[in-house]
Nanobody
Framework: QLQLVESGGGLVQPGGSLRLSCAASEFSLDRYVIGWFRRAPGKEREGVSCISRTGGPTFYADSIYGRFTISRDKFKNTVYLQMNNLKPEDTAVYYC????????????????WGQGTQVTVSS
């Protein structure tokens, strides 16, 4: 069973940056499309960004376009989400997920999920 572990969340001021990591210990992430999702208080979970098996980004949500960058490091078996110019509305629990049957960057396309990491943007 693929297990994903997110890290890198925390409290940051508006305009600040964080880098989230999604790692797997026993299986290569190369076999999977990886997505980052988030759930803000009182809102539905939304797709933030997804990256293909070969490393090309496949999707960025409009709300984060130009501020977030997704990437993957094959040798570290890790996928990153670099988040710059963070805004209070980016506050959410961020999840990474893996898909072997990717259709689009929505949660129903993903079979494996991490536990999430909290990102809070506040002054």
């Amino acid at each position: 069973q693929l297990q994903l572990v997110e890290s890198g969340g925390g409290l940051v001021q508006p305009g600040g940056s964080l880098r989230l990591s999604c790692a797997a210990s026993e299986f290569s992430l190369d076999r999977y499309v990886i997505g980052w999702f988030r759930r803000a208080p009182g809102k539905e979970r939304e797709g933030v960004s997804c990256i293909s098996r070969t490393g090309g980004p496949t999707f960025y949500a409009d709300s984060i376009y130009g501020r977030f960058t997704i990437s993957r490091d094959k040798f570290k078996n890790t996928v990153y989400l670099q988040m710059n110019n963070l805004k209070p509305e980016d506050t959410a629990v961020y999840y990474c997920a893996a898909s072997q049957s990717y259709d689009q960057c929505i949660s129903t396309s993903f079979q494996h999920w991490g536990q999430g990491t909290q990102v809070t943007v506040s002054s």
